[in-house]
């Protein structure tokens, strides 16, 4: 397995770099005969592309796949479904100046050492956010098919530059206000945490800096017993795949670093029945019980540090003449990665999500 690979019973591939002629997507082992609506796949991955507004960057990419096989009259063939997104608004002249001066909070330094200077390190090459479009491509195959299994997966903004979001109801998420966040511009529960958000990302952008924040993400309707015990849990596995999304810190399930703050009896979940089920009568655990989902939401947060590349002089170290340096960046950048990357939680939870279904098929 490639550290480009993701999956255990289906497998996704991602390749290309962000200047590239193209990137893309090789999803292989998905059944035949899923049907899956295209049109669908192309809202959602304009949720995630870049250049259409004041808080994103000013690159401007389409990022509509071409499917080059694997669906045949919009269904499943069996065969790998291979999908390419063109890049069409570099600028690669931007970053003639960071060929050998790597830049501080990029991948720069350790990939020009472990490449012999070789990396490609416009827009950031293989380790560019960019990357993250033809996961979203994956993402929403999977999101389709779980669906049709009664599992939705949702995000939003928790938090930007220490400014809070609503919380998701961790026991009773509102769904019917959790589809309408896919539909928003910029993706809060409340429109005026919103605004508050937009607007300090605006003043960091207008000094030459950058914001980070939080993502809150929420799956509904899986079953009791996903996963595994040690390294095969849920945690695990999604952890995993959430930190290949570039600039992603830290991830924490239910109460997280909160809880381990509280006695147990303040943070245990005790059981009920509702309606025939067990059920926990508030949901610290974050739906998941020894590495496995107890039937309850499954709860996490996402955290996303700050874009590394600001307009800001920084020192750094030119590699060739081994001397140091003041840097200052070029080329087109988000003020906060945050808004676009919801997305792509949903699409890397979607992923793992499904290979997991698959354990038991």
Same mark, same amino acid.
């Given at each position: 397995?490639?550290?480009?690979? $993701?999956?255990?019973?289906?497998?996704?591939?991602?390749?290309?770099?962000?200047?590239?002629?193209?990137?893309?997507?090789? +999803?292989?082992?998905?059944?035949?005969?899923?049907?899956?609506? $295209?049109?669908?796949? %192309?809202? %959602?991955?304009?949720?995630?592309? *870049?250049?259409?507004?004041? /808080? =994103?960057?000013?690159?401007? @990419?389409?990022?509509?796949?071409?499917?080059?096989?694997?669906?045949?009259?919009?269904?499943?063939?069996?065969?790998?479904?291979?999908? +390419?997104?063109?890049?069409?608004?570099?600028?690669?002249?931007?970053?003639?100046?960071? #060929?050998?001066?790597?830049?501080?909070?990029?991948?720069? %330094? *350790?990939?020009?050492?472990?490449?012999?200077?070789?990396?490609?390190?416009?827009?950031?090459?293989?380790? =560019?956010?960019?990357?993250?479009?033809?996961?979203? /491509?994956?993402?929403?195959?999977?999101?389709?098919?779980?669906?049709?299994?009664? &599992?939705?997966?949702?995000?939003?903004?928790?938090?930007?530059?220490?400014?809070?979001?609503?919380?998701?109801?961790?026991?009773?998420?509102?769904?019917?206000?959790?589809?309408?966040?896919?539909?928003? @511009? !910029? *993706?809060?529960?409340?429109?005026?945490?919103?605004?508050?958000?937009?607007?300090?990302?605006?003043?960091?952008?207008?000094?030459?800096?950058?914001?980070?924040?939080?993502?809150?993400?929420?799956?509904?309707?899986? *079953?009791?017993?996903?996963?595994?015990?040690?390294?095969?849990?849920?945690?695990?596995?999604?952890?995993?795949?959430? %930190?290949?999304?570039?600039?992603?810190?830290? +991830?924490?399930?239910?109460?997280?670093?909160?809880?381990?703050?509280?006695?147990?009896?303040?943070?245990?979940?005790? !059981?009920?029945?509702?309606?025939?089920?067990? +059920?926990?009568?508030?949901?610290?655990?974050?739906?998941?019980?020894?590495?496995?989902?107890?039937?309850?939401?499954?709860?996490?947060?996402?955290?996303?540090?700050?874009?590394?590349?600001?307009?800001?002089?920084?020192?750094?170290?030119?590699?060739?003449?081994?001397?140091?340096? @003041?840097?200052?960046?070029?080329?087109?950048?988000?003020?906060?990665?945050?808004?676009?990357?919801?997305?792509?939680?949903?699409?890397?939870?979607? &992923?793992?999500?499904?290979? #997991?279904?698959?354990?038991?098929?």
């Amino acid at each position: 397995m490639t550290s480009f690979e $993701l999956g255990r019973n289906f497998t996704v591939q991602v390749f290309g770099q962000s200047h590239a002629d193209a990137i893309g997507a090789v +999803v292989d082992g998905l059944p035949a005969g899923k049907r899956i609506d $295209l049109d669908e796949v %192309f809202r %959602f991955m304009g949720r995630r592309a *870049p250049g259409k507004n004041g /808080f =994103s960057t000013a690159r401007r @990419e389409a990022d509509r796949p071409e499917v080059l096989s694997g669906l045949v009259d919009g269904c499943t063939t069996g065969a790998p479904v291979c999908a +390419v997104i063109r890049n069409e608004n570099v600028r690669s002249g931007d970053y003639a100046n960071v #060929l050998t001066v790597p830049r501080p909070g990029h991948a720069d %330094f *350790p990939a020009y050492v472990k490449y012999g200077g070789k990396n490609d390190v416009r827009g950031g090459g293989a380790f =560019s956010g960019r990357m993250t479009a033809p996961l979203c /491509f994956a993402g929403a195959l999977c999101l389709q098919l779980l669906r049709e299994r009664g &599992i939705e997966v949702f995000a939003h903004i928790r938090s930007v530059a220490g400014m809070e979001d609503a919380a998701i109801d961790p026991c009773c998420p509102d769904l019917d206000a959790l589809r309408a966040v896919a539909e928003k @511009e !910029f *993706p809060t529960l409340s429109d005026a945490a919103g605004k508050e958000m937009r607007s300090a990302i605006a003043q960091a952008k207008g000094e030459g800096d950058s914001v980070g924040g939080v993502i809150e993400c929420v799956a509904v309707g899986l *079953p009791v017993g996903l996963g595994s015990h040690m390294f095969g849990g849920v945690e695990n596995r999604l952890s995993a795949a959430l %930190f290949g999304i570039p600039a992603v810190r830290g +991830v924490e399930f239910g109460s997280g670093f909160a809880g381990c703050g509280r006695r147990g009896s303040e943070n245990n979940d005790p !059981f009920r029945l509702r309606e025939g089920r067990v +059920v926990t009568t508030k949901n610290d655990h974050g739906g998941v019980l020894g590495g496995m989902t107890s039937g309850m939401p499954l709860v996490f947060r996402v955290g996303v540090k700050p874009t590394p590349s600001i307009a800001k002089p920084q020192q750094s170290v030119d590699l060739s003449a081994m001397e140091e340096t @003041e840097l200052t960046i070029h080329g087109r950048h988000d003020p906060c990665i945050v808004p676009r990357a919801v997305p792509v939680a949903e699409a890397v939870t979607a &992923i793992v999500l499904l290979d #997991l279904l698959y354990d038991n098929n």
